[in-house]
């Protein structure tokens, strides 16, 4: 009786480290996920201002060649 409930309890221990490994193995996948998903998002809010940058700046040219191209016609319609 007292060797059967030994191996039993060590079956049982067994059973519960083998669980956790694999509560351990789990947690090291979540980890690493969530990491390169910190990772990934950082590069895409770097891209998003990359991006709102060149637009800023396409968007002052644009005003800019608006500008110039009023201040053309101007000129043409005095010189007419």
Known sequence: VYNT???????????????????????????????????????QAASLEETASSIAAVTTLTRQSADNAKGAKEAIEQTH
């Open 5 to 43: 409930a030994i191996d039993q309890l060590e079956t049982m221990i067994a059973a519960v480290r083998a669980a956790a490994n694999g509560v351990h193995t789990g947690s090291d996948e979540i980890r690493a996920a969530s990491e390169d998903l910190a990772l990934r998002n950082e590069q």
